[in-house]
């Protein structure tokens, strides 16, 4: 069932916040590369294709309902972090907007009684809780190292190793 106009554009947003996603993973990606830590880096920017893949389910969910996905403007990431740690926490602060977003999104959803869309969202909000505990995860990790150097390098090598997450077939 074709999804209401109000419903579309709540679509059309959450398909630009999951592009400026991408965005914001792949800067800070840049900025962990030049901090040299590459395994870091190849994490962020994993979950930078990652992101594209996210709002690709959203594009196509909105196709398989005869309705007009639009990309909007995406705003630029400016990273002001300086550090591998302030780094992560930016990516951590982003996913917890996404998650919000995303719970805005399944209220309205059932506010329209729109039953269509409860498996893609569901799927989103397991994906959110998945993704909000690992970068959280991570952040408390670098915390620990305190700086360390030896103890970043071995965080770095360990991410640098991590298998591929397998969401996007779920
Ligand atoms: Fe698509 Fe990491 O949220």
């Known amino acids: ?17 999951e592009f400026e996603a991408s965005l914001v993973y792949r800067q800070l990606a840049i900025e962990v590369e030049l901090l040299d830590l590459p395994g870091m880096a190849a994490w962020l920017r994993h979950q930078a294709d990652e992101e594209i893949a996210h709002a690709n389910k959203f594009i196509d969910h909105l196709l398989d309902r005869d309705n007009r ?4 403007d995406v705003p630029a990431f400016k990273s ?3 550090t591998v740690l302030e780094c992560f926490q930016a990516a951590l602060e982003h996913e917890q907007r996404v998650s919000e977003a995303i719970r805005g999104l399944y ?10 869309s409860r498996p893609l969202l569901n799927w989103f909000l397991s994906e959110q809780l998945e ?8 952040v408390g990790r670098i915390d ?3 700086g360390d150097g030896p103890g970043l390098l071995r ?3 360990e991410l640098a190793g991590r298998p591929l997450r397998t969401t996007e077939n779920a």
């Open 107 to 116: 209220r309205q959803t059932e506010q329209a009684g729109d039953l269509d």
């Open 1 to 17: 069932m074709k999804l209401s106009a109000k419903l579309e554009k709540a679509f059309n947003d959450q398909i630009t916040l």
């Open 144 to 146: 620990l190292t305190n």
């Open 69 to 72: 996905p639009v990309i909007g």
């Open 155 to 157: 965080l770095d090598a």
């Open 131 to 138: 993704e909000e505990s690992t970068v959280n995860e991570i």
């Open 80 to 82: 002001t972090a300086k």
